[in-house]
């Protein structure tokens, strides 16, 4: 079993990503609005303002969606669906795709779905 992180910098691409999941089994996944360390520190701590300029880009948000997956086959297909949507992780404004192996776990997957 695997936990799948991905943090979506184009917000545009979230019910596509959230809707191919749902077509591959993976239910229960939790999407998180989130914000950019550099934009707090630039918004609420004043000695940081200079870093306004060396911003790389003009996101300061994203989504962060995680799930679990069980078959490890599922995450490759995952992979090529989107990327036949052109949403494509390769491109690093598109934002960034992981999986952890999960050690241990306590619950029931009924929970999370």
């Known amino acids: 079993m695997k936990i799948l992180v991905i943090i979506?910098?184009?917000e545009k691409f979230l019910d596509d990503i959230l809707?191919?999941?749902v077509e591959l089994g993976i239910m229960g996944a939790t999407v998180i609005e989130s914000t950019r360390m550099s934009e707090i520190?630039?918004?609420?701590?004043?000695i940081f303002a200079g870093l306004r300029e060396m911003r790389r880009?003009?996101?300061a948000y994203n989504r962060v969606i995680i799930a679990t997956v069980e078959e490890k086959e599922i995450i490759p297909e995952?992979?090529?669906l989107l990327?036949?949507?052109n949403i494509?992780?390769?491109?690093?404004?598109?934002g960034v795709f992981f999986t952890i192996p999960?050690?241990?776990?306590?619950?029931s997957m009924d929970e999370l779905e």
């Open 83 to 85: 990327k036949e949507m």
């Open 8 to 10: 979506l910098n184009k």
């Open 41 to 46: 520190l630039i918004r609420e701590i004043p």
């Open 78 to 80: 995952l992979l090529r």
């Open 57 to 59: 880009s003009s996101r």
């Open 88 to 94: 494509n992780f390769s491109d690093p404004e598109m």
């Open 19 to 21: 809707s191919t999941m």
């Open 102 to 107: 999960i050690e241990d776990f306590s619950g």
